[in-house]
């Protein structure tokens, strides 16, 4: 299958812990080492004014700051996918906003993983 124009391509970006940079710039995406709140929030305003197709992996602790653009782009789906990857140093106490969703669809407390 043909990738169409430049135009059409969809960016891969993770923006995170230095530690995981590497291993995303070798699959691919760009990426952004240690970035702060204000590089996220230009991160973000950059893709809403390209009005390109953005697939963007944050670390939870960017994934959880109070940004008015990251819920935007949340809240409208569509052509940014925003996802998360847990801290190397604590994957087992990982939580997204996902579990939050599912739990509540389905009306069930989500298992303990400590047993």
Known sequence: MSQGTDAAATRMLFLG???LTDGFQLIG???WADPSQQQLNQVLQGLLNSR????????SRLAEQ??????QIRS???RIIITE???????ENFHSEIDD????????????KSN
């Open 101 to 112: 969703r599912i739990q509540h669809l389905l009306g069930t407390a989500l298992p303990d």
């Open 66 to 71: 109070p940004s008015p653009l990251l819920q």
């Open 52 to 59: 390109g197709n953005a697939f963007v992996i944050l670390d």
């Open 29 to 31: 995406f760009e990426t």
């Open 17 to 19: 812990d230095a530690a």
């Open 76 to 78: 409208e789906g569509g």
């Open 85 to 91: 990857v847990p801290p190397l140093n604590d994957p």
